[in-house]
């Protein structure tokens, strides 16, 4: 069977991820399958949310994992690549600098992508087909340096982002007009109190449903689930969260604002629900890929 070879790399605020995936070409559509997946814990966001740029330190963290992932796409003979980098690189002020930097040393050419361009890449990976959410629902990712929300209905997709993440929230980096202008943006679009199921995704709630679901067979988690696991953490050290949940290091200490962001949107939406599938930025890199292929091939039936 042929198949397309296609890599991500997305360069957020707590770390870095390579995605390689198999595209088959099928009667009923293409079949995307994921292939490797590569996570580096370089949190750029620890430099550009607390000092306005990237250090020197993880400028040559960054160069080396990009030449790490120049090999591997030359090994398995990617066919072509997209590198985004995110809020972090943002907010930076010598982000030119890294970017002209790592390409010319590792040869991997970084786009920095607005926020809403990220919600938009985001939401443009098709949801698994046993997530059946009918009517309006709302797409939220959480990462380190913001969070994407999309409102998904049958007519169009409303995009928007905020600088709310985990780093930012670590170093106290969340200003409350963001919040004010969230609020508004779901009072817009008359989300407050509304119960909208949320699709969640980011590194952290797909560890928390990992934990939390109760059975192989669920394919979200309850608000009460999500209550409950946040009133187990609150109180643990960092140390304690290692060893009782088998968390990462860099995942121990941002599991707990992830916890408190998810929450207060409850809080606002009433929302009983969070599905969560297992998809992200690097998902709808690949997408995307897919749908330059098929342009520059003719073909652009795939929505």
Known sequence: ????????????????????????????????????????PIRLGEDSFRYGKISKDKKEKLMEAMMSFKHLMSAMEIQSYKA?????????????????????????????????????????????????????????????????????????????????????????????????????WFKDHDLLGSKIPILGSGGNINKIFKIKRKSNIEFHITTKHLKDFYDEIKDLSYQERIIKYQLNPDRADVVKPACEIFLRVIDMLSSEKIFVPKLGLSDGIVRDLYRDYLEEDGNVNYP
């Open 84 to 184: 985004y980098a995110t809020s972090a690189m943002r907010d930076a002020v010598n982000r030119k600098e890294v970017v002209d930097y790592i390409e010319q040393t590792s040869g991997v050419k970084i786009e920095i992508i607005s926020g809403e361009k990220e919600a938009s890449v985001i939401s443009g990976a098709s949801l698994p087909r046993f997530i059946k959410v009918e009517g309006k629902v709302l797409y939220m990712d959480v990462g380190g340096g913001s969070t994407e929300f999309t409102i998904l209905d049958k007519k169009e997709y409303i995009q928007e982002s905020f600088n709310i993440g985990t780093i930012r929230a670590l170093f106290h980096n969340v200003h409350s007009k963001e919040w004010k202008r969230l609020k508004k």
């Open 1 to 40: 069977m042929n198949y397309l070879r296609f890599a991500s790399i997305d360069i957020g605020s707590n770390a870095v991820r390579f995605l390689s995936s198999y595209v088959f070409e099928t009667e009923n559509g293409p079949y995307f399958r994921k292939g490797l997946l590569v996570r580096v």
